[in-house]
């Protein structure tokens, strides 16, 4: 006969609910160091890759985000990434433009990190439109941010 104490159906404790707050984490993470310009990890003599500081990982992430088209990367929620290819069909050099200034300030402004995005400048050449604008992020000084996008 079994022991009064066991049994053969195991149990367990189910754990409390833990409701999601409203507030986000506004705390700038270091993360590994990225070179816009080549598009890799920067390396030491080591072949280590170095850590950046949180707010430098920030502007990465801006450039970044702004670069990536949305829904094309699987690694991305649908939250991340601009609509370049949509905003450059527009039909007018200014509808273009002002597209191109909507979905950047869309794309970096779901970083709860993001105060504004603002001093839009375009630049054009034929098959190109170049695009300057500042960043101001939370405690810290604006930057600047450039970016080409493909025109047809």
């Known amino acids: ?73 699987l690694a991305y929620s649908d939250d991340i990434g601009s609509e370049m290819e949509d905003a450059s069909k527009e039909e007018d050099q200014g509808a273009v433009e002002l597209a191109i200034a909507r979905t950047i300030e869309e794309t970096l402004m779901v970083n709860p990190r993001t105060l504004t995005v603002e001093g839009f400048e375009f630049t054009w050449e034929p098959g190109a439109v170049h695009v300057s604008f500042a960043v101001t992020a939370i405690d810290e000084e604006p930057f600047t941010v450039d970016a080409t996008v493909e025109v047809e």
């Open 1 to 73: 006969m079994a022991d009064e104490n066991t049994s053969l159906i195991p149990t367990i404790e189910v754990p409390d609910f833990v409701e999601e707050t409203e507030e986000y984490d506004t705390e700038y993470r270091p993360s590994l160091r990225w070179d816009l310009e080549k598009g890799d990890f920067v390396r030491d003599g080591t072949n280590r890759v170095p850590r950046s500081d949180g707010y430098d990982a920030y502007r990465v992430w801006c450039v970044k985000a702004v670069q990536t088209e949305r829904y094309t990367c």
